[in-house]
Nanobody, 123 residues
């Protein structure tokens, strides 16, 4: 069973950048599709991005396409989310998730979750 730990969240002004990391342990990261989700107060958890086990294929929510980039380093068992041109509406707790096969944008398709990291974007 894999454990996921996010880091890199924080406070940033609009149009700034942050890079989130997701460290996996207890398993081999290359065995899992990795995804990022976020949840703002009073809202449902929403899909942000996903990356295939090899890193060749990626999938983004329309709201972040062109601003966020998902990547992974399987040698380091780590996935990343580079977030540029941040907007106040990107404010949320960001969660890393893992699943065995295939890219997916539904949270209930993911098997493992991190504890989340807060991202706050001020206007």
């Amino acid at each position: 069973q894999v454990q996921l730990v996010e880091s890199g969240g924080g406070f940033v002004q609009a149009w700034g950048s942050l890079r989130l990391s997701c460290a996996a342990s207890g398993g081999t990261a290359s065995s899992y599709t990795m995804g990022w989700f976020r949840q703002a107060p009073g809202k449902e958890r929403e899909f942000v991005a996903a990356i295939s086990r090899s890193g060749i294929s990626t999938y983004y929510a329309d709201s972040v396409k062109g601003r966020f980039t998902i990547s992974r380093d399987n040698a380091k068992n780590t996935a990343f989310l580079q977030m540029n041109s941040l907007k106040p509406e990107d404010t949320a707790v960001y969660y890393c998730a893992a699943k065995y096969y295939g890219l997916a944008n539904q949270y209930d398709e993911y098997d493992y979750w991190g504890q989340g990291t807060q991202v706050t974007v001020s206007s």
